[in-house]
């Protein structure tokens, strides 16, 4: 009766009721906190955002096949008429790569295989009796080579005239070359007390004091040019058309030896103005106008400069040749003259041994000019592949010029790699190899080829890679296994925080830093990472202690020992991945 009785009072006052049940919910809601609190505490683990440098790669695995290269060079000097391959094309043994213009060593294969025959016929007259027409034949031939000796001092004489022509048009022009380049020096396009070579020297001093080298060697290769310049103006001035041939030849080759001084003093104070342009870019620098202007008439000098060179240099290569012709032909005259001697005085034993000797070195100058033909063609020494070629249809190659490189599919490392990865990786990148038999050998290499086509397996699509060793090793065999890390990126001096600070939500980057015994939240922007460690490019400053995990005290992590870490996704490496850290 007493409880029906309590209840009854409670239900007539309803603000007791409301009354008794918050002092309840009050009082649950402080005991259970007073309980669990102690259960619930957490606690975090940190590191440290450091300063270094981060490098990302990606990594596979495939075979290792040996590889040969060989860089083919030109032998023979000429013009490019024809290319037969391209560059990644396979080719067999002997196949036809190139041809350098054959015509002038054909024709001098041909003039070589008629002389051997003049001299075969000439062998075969003088152990014949002498008859009046050998004679007369004998004496026509030294006729004519006399003429033709004649004929090349002629031209030989006209070189002269021609070179002196070519020195009176270069210093036509030659004086206002050299000025300009000293106002590029000299004047003060800068409207200030400096040299422009000074002003350009001071203007980047503070951010690279290696301008002052530019500078230096600006200066001194125009000293260098225009004292040459000065003494070979005043022989030239001493020049006319009755001058010495050998004075002719002379003024040529020092006009050449100047003329190549400008062109090196041009280049040096285009180095000088190309070097400061690029640091005015680089730290965003206000840039005069008037840099634009000398980048420009620099090289309009270099290609007026290099004009005259290439004069210079004809007129005296035309000297030359003309003058080895007359010696060749005054050695030939000498020849037919004894011959003709013995002929008239009739055959003997000597006159047939040097006959035959004629023929012998007919022979071998044959022998010569075939091999010179036939270095006109480029072929393929082994099967293989075109790695490079250096040459297009028309150039002008030089004997020695590099033509291209071919390399077998020996001792190079085989891979794939995913689509995600594929993107990342291009010709050249840096790869380092590591072996499962060798445990002990690293080699480093260079892709050199990347399919442009993938191959789908079981719907994963892979595209196969081929690197070249840098080096080898005799214990390398083909058919090993090879782990190739293809370094894709590297940065230097950055910020970087392990993988596990960073959290990525709809999009956005964020970390928690402990700041005074708190952890607070800020918003991140990241760049490159690899399996340890993640660009961070802004939101958090060197020595901050980042957050990389957490755990609560009472849940199973904590009981287990372990600590949860949550960490978001990132773009920037897929596929196979990888990385690591240099500090």
Known sequence: MKLQGLIKTISKNKLLLAGIITLAAIGGFFGYKAVFAAKSATSYVTGMAERGTI???????????????????????????????????????????????????LKTARDMETSLDIAKLDLKKVMDPTDALTLLQSENSLASAKNSEQDTKDVLEKSYEDGLSALDDIFLKLPTLISDLDDILFDNDFKTSQWNIDWYADSVKNYDNSVWQYRNLAYNSYQTARKKYDANFIAYKALNNYSDSAVIEDAIL??????????????????????????????????PSVI?????????????????????????????????????????????????QKLKNGADESTIKSKQLSVEQKENNLLAAKQSLADHYIYAGFDGIVASLSVKKGDTLSSGSAIASLITKQKMAKISLTEADIAKVKENQPATLTFDAIEDMTLTGKIYEVDSIGTTTQGIVTYGIKIVLDSDDSRLKSGMTVNANIITDKKDDVIYVPNSAVSTKNGANTAQIMQNGSVKTVSVETGIFNDEYTEITSGINEGDEVVTSKATSGSSAAKTGQSTTRTGSRSGMGGFGGGFIAR
């Open 55 to 105: 490098t990302s790669y990606v990594s596979s695995s495939g075979q290792i096949e040996a590889v040969e290269q060989l860089d083919i060079r030109s032998k023979v000097s000429g013009d490019v008429t024809a290319i037969y391959v391209s560059k990644g094309q396979e080719v067999k043994k002997g196949k036809l790569l190139l041809v350098i213009d054959p015509t002038d060593a």
């Open 254 to 287: 020092d006009s050449y030896n100047t003329i190549k001084s400008i062109t090196q003093a041009l280049r040096d104070m285009k180095n000088l103005a190309d070097f400061v342009d690029d640091m005015i870019s680089k730290y965003n620098l206000s840039k």
């Open 292 to 340: 634009s202007v000398h980048q420009t008439n620099l090289n309009a000098y270099l290609t007026s400069a290099n004009k005259y060179l290439s004069s210079v240099w004809s007129a005296s290569s035309a000297i030359k040749n003309k003058k080895d012709s007359v010696d060749q032909y005054a050695k030939t005259i000498a020849e037919k003259e004894l011959s003709l």
